[in-house]
């Protein structure tokens, strides 16, 4: 019998320090995603998926953080925004794209 893979807890990847904490700030618990989910980052401020990590000479120079750059808009920050969708939901945001895909 194979053993479950354990999962970091959202709680955690979403950067609180306890569920109470995670709870409180997301008004409740969000049920997670059933399948498989894939994560899209989108510009915060032209709301396009063309986005990608800058390198940098030192982590240090910028807090120690990703530092992402919209492509379209040239936009540079550490804030991205990022949406988690199911397969159906892929599709869809894809076929939307009509073509414009990154």
Known sequence: MAKNK????????????????YEKATGGKVEK??????KIRECPKCGSDDVGIVIS??????GGGKEWECRKCKWKGQDINEKELTEDELMKYLDS??????
């Open 6 to 21: 354990l999962e970091t807890p959202v709680w955690i990847k979403e950067g609180y320090d306890s569920p109470a904490e």
């Open 33 to 38: 995603k059933k399948g498989k989910t894939f």
């Open 57 to 62: 000479g030192s982590d240090s120079e910028k």
């Open 97 to 102: 794209k009509e073509g414009d895909v990154a």
